[in-house]
C-alpha cells in the first residue's frame, strides 16, 4: 500500500530537525519541549518530529525497532512473495485447462 502523502520536508531538512533536537534537548525541561520548539521553527508538526527522531534513533540502534533499510527490504520480499503468488495461481489454472482439453481431445474418435 503506497502512502497518499507527499513528502513535504526533503531528507535533509528532516536529518537536521532530528539534529538540532538531539543536539539542544539539554536545554528544555523534557525532550518533548525540544521537539515542540524545533517543529515550529521548521514548520511541521510536533508529532510529526517526534516520529522522525525516533525513527533515527531506531536506525542508529539506540531504541528497539525495525530500521528503515529492514522495513524497505520486508516490503519489497513481500510484493515479490504476493507476485509469486499470483502468477502460481495463473500457471495452476492454466495447466488445468489444458489438461481438460486433451482429456477432451483424446476421448472425442
Known amino acids: 500500500m503506497t502512502s497518499k502523502t507527499?513528502?513535504?520536508f526533503s531528507p535533509e531538512v528532516r536529518a537536521r530537525a532530528?539534529?538540532?533536537v538531539l543536539d539542544h534537548?539539554?536545554?528544555h525541561p523534557s525532550r518533548w519541549a525540544a521537539v515542540t520548539s524545533i517543529a515550529g521553527k521548521i514548520g511541521c508538526t510536533p508529532q510529526t518530529l517526534?516520529?522522525?527522531v525516533k525513527?533515527?534513533?531506531v536506525d542508529s540502534g539506540q531504541r528497539a525497532g525495525i530500521s528503515t533499510d529492514m522495513a524497505e527490504k520486508l516490503k519489497a520480499l513481500?510484493?515479490?512473495n504476493r507476485e509469486l503468488r499470483q502468477a502460481n495461481e495463473i500457471l495452476r489454472k492454466a495447466s488445468a485447462y489444458f489438461?481438460?482439453?486433451e482429456l477432451d481431445r483424446r476421448s472425442k474418435p
Open 6 to 8: 507527499t513528502n513535504k
Open 18 to 20: 532530528v539534529r538540532m
Open 55 to 57: 525513527k533515527a534513533e
Open 25 to 27: 534537548a539539554i536545554e
Open 50 to 52: 517526534h516520529d522522525w
Open 99 to 101: 489438461a481438460t482439453a
Open 78 to 80: 513481500e510484493r515479490e
